[in-house]
């Protein structure tokens, strides 16, 4: 009788730092990609979605604005269709609603005709350029003189996009530590000790995924930080319940070319309401959500950075331009009455804020397109913001692609 030898099958132990939408999106892929692997998520929070992904316009992106061919272009179209089949399959409360993107005066025109063809590039059906008379069809107290309408976009809850993947990857056998945060990382005869607040942990592969401190992390794998995160903050206002008429669904400005942020925009909430905004002003603090939020450490990392020096000589007007507006409602307001002309300032209410985990190059330029950083037995995500919560299934999945032979 010939005896078989029984196939060694390795488990290997995967960690991944960061229970943001990334980080438990990578998870879920890469539990599915390869079923024999170890799987632990590593949060520092006490619970999952505490920072970028909790702290977002929970719009659903469809990939009209990204540089043709680029990974954000490439992701945020595959992204936002496995992101709905996953909101389908989870009962997570979404809503296909479209979206128009608005050209405030002729000026912007061409521009907005510059969106539809990128859009067309990128693979979006079913965009339209419309008139006036056409754009009061769909958002009957908008102003502007042409818009883009973008059917395939929509709203969701990103909190409960969080829970079910947390609940996902649980019941694959996988674990999600919260409480957990990574203060040390060592390669030694080829096993990674992950050093945290709540014990170590061994592993064979190490992902960080660690959004606002991503660049932070990345240094106590021995990397050297490249670019760096800095952080601008986003505030929006609420719109009064007697004004929410106004708005239907998504009104957005036709944005700026130079920058990744999208201008500020009215959205319509999964669980009802309508916010405005939000704007993009440098916070002293990665996790500052309030104006007056100051961390030290932060501040000296952004002030010792020469890229920030060179992006604010770069931007003084834009960078002054969005303080003040900061803290002016009616800067504020003005600038929504481009896409709402009726808007007043008595209309809003403070609302939230989120913190974009923007990385920066030392010449001072915005890091535009997704940033994967792929080492042996490491991979970081060195820049991961809009619309990255729309395309987490599809960046994990773009990582266990990457990092499958490994594990
Ligand atoms: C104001 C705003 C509006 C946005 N609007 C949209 C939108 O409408 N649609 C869209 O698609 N995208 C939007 N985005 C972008 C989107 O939210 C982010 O790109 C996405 O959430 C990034 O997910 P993440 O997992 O990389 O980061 P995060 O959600 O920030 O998660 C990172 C996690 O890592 C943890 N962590 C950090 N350091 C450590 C450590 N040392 N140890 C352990 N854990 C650690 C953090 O606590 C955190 O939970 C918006 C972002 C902002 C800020």
Redo the contacts with the bound molecule.
Sequence with gaps: MRIIPQQQITTRRVII?????????TAYKLQLRCPSARVTV????DR??????????????AGLYYKPGSLKARL?VS?IREMVAFCQQHAVPHEICGKLVVAADESEVARLRSLHERGTQNGLEGLRLLDRKQMLEVEPHVGGVAALRVPQEGIVD?EKVCEALQREVEAKGGSVVLG????ALQLKNGEWRVG?TAGDYPADFVIN??????D??ST?AGEKREVRIVP???E?YKIKAERQQLVRNLIYPVPDPQFPFLGVHF?RLIHGGIEA??NAVLAFAR?GYRKTDVNLADLWDALTFSGLWRFLAQHKRMSWDELRRSFSRRLFCESLQRLVPEIRADDLAPGG?????QAMSPEGGLVQDFCLLHRPRALH?LN?????????LAIGEEISNLVAKEI
């Design positions: 730092i960061g229970g943001g939408l990334v980080g438990l999106g590593l949060e520092k929070e999952v979605c505490g920072h970028q992904s909790g702290h977002n316009s929970g719009v659903l992106h945020a992204g990103y957990a945060k990574v203060t945290t995924c660690a959004g606002l401190h991503c932070r992390v106590l601008f903050r986003g929006y959205t905004g939000p996790e804020a989120g913190v974009r985990a995500v991961a913001p809009s619309p990255a919560a729309t395309a987490a």
